[in-house]
Protein backbone atom coordinates (compact mmCIF):
# COMPACT_ATOMS: atom_id res chain seq x y z
CA UNK A 1 0.00 0.00 0.00
CA UNK A 2 1.35 3.32 -0.89
CA UNK A 3 1.93 5.14 2.29
CA UNK A 4 1.99 9.13 2.62
CA UNK A 5 2.96 10.60 6.08
CA UNK A 6 3.43 14.29 7.16
CA UNK A 7 5.80 14.91 10.12
CA UNK A 8 3.01 16.69 12.35
CA UNK A 9 -1.04 16.17 12.60
CA UNK A 10 -1.41 19.44 14.92
CA UNK A 11 0.96 22.23 14.65
CA UNK A 12 0.61 25.67 16.59
CA UNK A 13 2.73 28.76 15.75
CA UNK A 14 2.98 32.18 16.47
CA UNK A 15 2.52 35.10 13.68
CA UNK A 16 6.13 35.69 11.85
CA UNK A 17 7.66 32.29 12.34
CA UNK A 18 9.38 30.11 10.10
CA UNK A 19 7.24 27.06 9.27
CA UNK A 20 8.28 24.07 7.86
CA UNK A 21 5.56 20.94 6.62
CA UNK A 22 7.30 17.74 5.76
CA UNK A 23 5.98 14.77 3.69
CA UNK A 24 7.21 11.36 2.72
CA UNK A 25 5.60 9.23 0.98
CA UNK A 26 7.18 5.62 0.10
CA UNK A 27 6.08 4.53 -2.99
CA UNK A 28 8.58 5.91 -5.42
CA UNK A 29 5.95 8.91 -7.11
CA UNK A 30 7.42 11.85 -8.89
CA UNK A 31 4.77 13.70 -8.43
CA UNK A 32 3.76 15.50 -5.03
CA UNK A 33 1.53 18.32 -4.00
CA UNK A 34 0.12 20.81 -1.36
CA UNK A 35 -3.24 21.77 -0.58
CA UNK A 36 -4.85 23.52 1.93
CA UNK A 37 -8.33 22.35 2.72
CA UNK A 38 -10.80 25.21 4.33
CA UNK A 39 -14.21 24.81 5.67
CA UNK A 40 -16.40 26.14 2.50
CA UNK A 41 -13.70 25.85 0.17
CA UNK A 42 -12.90 22.58 -0.23
CA UNK A 43 -9.18 21.88 -1.53
CA UNK A 44 -6.95 24.16 -3.34
CA UNK A 45 -3.39 23.28 -4.77
CA UNK A 46 -0.65 25.38 -3.14
CA UNK A 47 2.63 23.94 -4.84
CA UNK A 48 2.66 20.71 -6.76
CA UNK A 49 6.33 18.75 -7.99
CA UNK A 50 6.82 16.12 -11.03
CA UNK A 51 10.14 15.68 -10.45
CA UNK A 52 13.17 16.30 -8.01
CA UNK A 53 14.18 20.13 -7.95
CA UNK A 54 11.07 20.72 -10.04
CA UNK A 55 8.30 23.10 -8.20
CA UNK A 56 5.14 24.36 -10.17
CA UNK A 57 3.02 26.90 -8.38
CA UNK A 58 -0.56 25.87 -7.85
CA UNK A 59 -3.79 28.00 -7.54
CA UNK A 60 -2.61 29.64 -4.57
CA UNK A 61 1.31 29.47 -3.61
CA UNK A 62 1.45 33.16 -2.33
CA UNK A 63 3.02 32.90 1.09
CA UNK A 64 4.10 29.87 0.70
CA UNK A 65 7.72 28.38 -0.99
CA UNK A 66 8.34 24.37 -1.22
CA UNK A 67 11.39 22.47 -1.46
CA UNK A 68 12.06 18.76 -3.22
CA UNK A 69 15.72 17.63 -2.89
CA UNK A 70 14.51 13.85 -2.50
CA UNK A 71 12.02 11.93 -4.53
CA UNK A 72 10.16 10.78 -1.22
CA UNK A 73 10.15 14.21 0.36
CA UNK A 74 8.12 17.48 -0.69
CA UNK A 75 8.42 20.38 2.28
CA UNK A 76 5.94 23.06 1.99
CA UNK A 77 7.43 26.30 3.70
CA UNK A 78 5.64 29.55 5.26
CA UNK A 79 8.13 31.93 5.31
CA UNK A 80 6.67 33.62 7.72
CA UNK A 81 3.74 32.55 9.03
CA UNK A 82 0.34 34.76 9.27
CA UNK A 83 -3.02 34.25 10.82
CA UNK A 84 -5.04 33.58 7.62
CA UNK A 85 -2.72 30.54 6.96
CA UNK A 86 -4.49 28.68 9.63
CA UNK A 87 -5.96 25.97 7.92
CA UNK A 88 -5.48 22.60 7.21
CA UNK A 89 -2.85 21.01 4.81
CA UNK A 90 -2.66 17.83 3.13
CA UNK A 91 0.11 16.09 1.18
CA UNK A 92 -0.61 13.89 -1.77
CA UNK A 93 1.85 11.44 -4.15
CA UNK A 94 1.01 10.25 -7.62
CA UNK A 95 2.57 8.36 -10.20
CA UNK A 96 2.59 10.35 -14.23
CA UNK A 97 0.22 10.60 -16.28
CA UNK A 98 -3.45 11.32 -16.83
CA UNK A 99 -5.21 8.04 -15.01
CA UNK A 100 -3.42 7.77 -11.24
CA UNK A 101 -5.11 8.96 -8.38
CA UNK A 102 -2.99 10.43 -5.54
CA UNK A 103 -2.61 9.64 -2.69
CA UNK A 104 -3.05 11.87 0.47
CA UNK A 105 -1.54 12.32 3.60
CA UNK A 106 -3.00 12.31 7.00
CA UNK A 107 -2.98 16.22 6.91
CA UNK A 108 -1.36 18.71 9.50
CA UNK A 109 -3.88 21.10 11.24
CA UNK A 110 -2.14 24.54 11.57
CA UNK A 111 -3.01 27.29 13.56
CA UNK A 112 -1.35 30.67 13.65
CA UNK A 113 -1.53 32.54 16.71
CA UNK B 1 -9.68 26.96 -16.03
CA UNK B 2 -11.67 24.15 -14.96
CA UNK B 3 -14.30 24.69 -12.52
CA UNK B 4 -16.37 22.00 -10.36
CA UNK B 5 -19.42 22.67 -8.28
CA UNK B 6 -21.26 20.87 -5.82
CA UNK B 7 -24.23 22.17 -5.00
CA UNK B 8 -24.99 20.51 -1.77
CA UNK B 9 -23.23 21.58 1.25
CA UNK B 10 -24.95 18.90 2.90
CA UNK B 11 -26.97 16.14 2.78
CA UNK B 12 -28.05 12.96 4.96
CA UNK B 13 -29.43 9.51 4.33
CA UNK B 14 -31.20 6.56 6.50
CA UNK B 15 -28.99 3.67 6.46
CA UNK B 16 -29.62 1.15 3.94
CA UNK B 17 -31.07 3.67 1.46
CA UNK B 18 -29.51 5.26 -1.96
CA UNK B 19 -27.99 8.88 -1.95
CA UNK B 20 -26.97 10.49 -4.74
CA UNK B 21 -23.92 13.30 -4.32
CA UNK B 22 -23.98 16.29 -7.57
CA UNK B 23 -21.31 17.30 -9.29
CA UNK B 24 -20.99 19.60 -12.52
CA UNK B 25 -18.05 21.11 -14.42
CA UNK B 26 -17.14 23.32 -16.69
CA UNK B 27 -14.15 22.60 -19.41
CA UNK B 28 -13.12 23.18 -23.05
CA UNK B 29 -11.12 19.92 -23.17
CA UNK B 30 -12.45 16.45 -24.69
CA UNK B 31 -10.05 13.91 -23.25
CA UNK B 32 -9.90 14.17 -19.50
CA UNK B 33 -10.63 12.17 -16.10
CA UNK B 34 -13.48 12.72 -13.01
CA UNK B 35 -12.79 11.40 -9.21
CA UNK B 36 -14.74 10.99 -6.49
CA UNK B 37 -13.07 11.21 -3.15
CA UNK B 38 -13.82 10.66 0.33
CA UNK B 39 -12.78 11.73 3.47
CA UNK B 40 -13.87 10.50 6.75
CA UNK B 41 -14.16 12.28 10.02
CA UNK B 42 -10.53 12.47 10.84
CA UNK B 43 -9.08 10.50 8.30
CA UNK B 44 -7.09 10.76 5.38
CA UNK B 45 -8.89 11.31 1.69
CA UNK B 46 -9.33 7.71 -0.13
CA UNK B 47 -10.39 7.84 -3.88
CA UNK B 48 -13.75 6.39 -3.99
CA UNK B 49 -14.13 6.01 -8.16
CA UNK B 50 -12.99 7.52 -11.31
CA UNK B 51 -14.12 8.34 -14.82
CA UNK B 52 -12.32 8.39 -17.81
CA UNK B 53 -14.53 11.01 -20.29
CA UNK B 54 -14.01 8.80 -23.53
CA UNK B 55 -15.48 5.99 -21.89
CA UNK B 56 -19.47 6.08 -22.04
CA UNK B 57 -19.86 3.61 -19.42
CA UNK B 58 -20.58 4.37 -15.90
CA UNK B 59 -17.99 3.25 -13.75
CA UNK B 60 -19.17 1.04 -10.82
CA UNK B 61 -17.20 -0.15 -7.16
CA UNK B 62 -19.04 -2.08 -5.13
CA UNK B 63 -22.08 0.05 -3.62
CA UNK B 64 -20.72 3.39 -5.70
CA UNK B 65 -21.38 4.36 -8.99
CA UNK B 66 -21.17 7.60 -11.14
CA UNK B 67 -23.89 9.10 -13.81
CA UNK B 68 -21.46 10.41 -16.33
CA UNK B 69 -23.24 13.07 -18.69
CA UNK B 70 -20.77 14.15 -20.74
CA UNK B 71 -22.70 16.96 -22.70
CA UNK B 72 -23.98 18.04 -19.52
CA UNK B 73 -20.78 18.08 -17.66
CA UNK B 74 -22.39 16.07 -14.38
CA UNK B 75 -21.06 13.50 -12.69
CA UNK B 76 -23.21 12.34 -9.67
CA UNK B 77 -22.29 9.58 -7.56
CA UNK B 78 -24.81 7.43 -6.16
CA UNK B 79 -24.13 5.47 -2.91
CA UNK B 80 -26.85 2.55 -2.91
CA UNK B 81 -27.40 0.95 0.65
CA UNK B 82 -25.53 3.49 2.71
CA UNK B 83 -23.99 2.33 5.63
CA UNK B 84 -22.86 4.41 8.86
CA UNK B 85 -18.86 4.08 7.24
CA UNK B 86 -19.74 6.15 4.32
CA UNK B 87 -20.53 8.99 6.94
CA UNK B 88 -18.05 11.68 5.29
CA UNK B 89 -17.22 14.76 3.00
CA UNK B 90 -17.42 13.95 -0.50
CA UNK B 91 -15.62 15.57 -3.07
CA UNK B 92 -15.87 16.12 -6.56
CA UNK B 93 -12.71 16.39 -8.59
CA UNK B 94 -11.38 16.60 -12.25
CA UNK B 95 -7.66 16.16 -13.83
CA UNK B 96 -6.51 18.73 -16.36
CA UNK B 97 -3.43 18.90 -17.64
CA UNK B 98 -1.14 21.94 -16.42
CA UNK B 99 1.38 21.24 -18.08
CA UNK B 100 5.56 19.82 -18.62
CA UNK B 101 3.75 16.54 -18.55
CA UNK B 102 1.92 17.02 -15.29
CA UNK B 103 -1.92 17.12 -14.41
CA UNK B 104 -3.82 19.15 -12.07
CA UNK B 105 -6.37 18.40 -10.06
CA UNK B 106 -9.26 20.62 -9.60
CA UNK B 107 -11.77 20.02 -6.52
CA UNK B 108 -15.30 21.20 -5.53
CA UNK B 109 -15.99 22.32 -2.09
CA UNK B 110 -17.35 19.55 -1.12
CA UNK B 111 -20.74 17.50 0.21
CA UNK B 112 -20.83 16.85 4.00
CA UNK B 113 -23.15 13.22 3.98
CA UNK B 114 -24.23 11.97 6.87
CA UNK B 115 -25.93 8.16 7.58
CA UNK B 116 -28.68 8.42 10.05
CA UNK B 117 -29.05 4.75 11.66
Known amino acids: DVKVTQSSRYLVKRTGEKVFLECVQD?????MFWYRQDPGLGLRLIYF???????EKGDIPEGYSVSREKKERFSLILESASTNQTSMYLC????????????FGPGTRLTVL | AQTVTQSQPEMSVQEAETVTLSCTYD???????LFWYKQPPSRQMILVIR??????QNATENRFSVNFQKAAKSFSLKISDSQLGDTAMYFC??????????????FGKGTKLSVIP
Open chain 2, 27 to 33: TSENNYY
Open chain 1, 27 to 31: MDHEN
Open chain 2, 93 to 106: AFLAYSGAGSYQLT
Open chain 1, 49 to 55: SYDVKMK
Open chain 1, 92 to 103: ASSLPGQNNEQF
Open chain 2, 51 to 56: QEAYKQ
